[in-house]
């Protein structure tokens, strides 16, 4: 069973990911807020391919976007 807090991002064109990333920060601004911990980190891997996740290196409240 996938991990709920690990959204993998594959997308081909930039609406399509634009649309993928914006859902993936939702869904993890949501579990956040209840928790009332971690911020969301994206990590790029290669063009059209990112993570998303909650993480304890980015304070609550905010999203921070790295290249791996």
Same mark, same amino acid.
């Given at each position: 069973?996938?991990?709920?807090? &690990?959204?993998? #991002?594959?997308?081909?064109?930039? !609406?399509?990911?634009?649309?993928?990333?914006?859902?993936? =920060? /939702?869904?993890?601004?949501?579990?956040?807020?209840?928790?009332? &911990?971690?911020? #969301?980190?994206?990590?790029?891997? !290669?063009?059209?391919?990112?993570?998303?996740?909650?993480? =304890? /290196?980015?304070?609550?409240?905010?999203?921070?976007?790295?290249?791996?």
């Amino acid at each position: 069973m996938p991990d709920p807090l &690990e959204i993998t #991002i594959q997308a081909n064109t930039t !609406a399509a990911l634009e649309t993928e990333l914006a859902i993936a =920060e /939702q869904r993890l601004k949501k579990i956040a807020l209840q928790r009332g &911990e971690h911020g #969301i980190l994206i990590v790029r891997h !290669a063009p059209g391919h990112y993570l998303a996740t909650l993480s =304890e /290196q980015v304070p609550f409240g905010l999203t921070r976007e790295v290249l791996a």
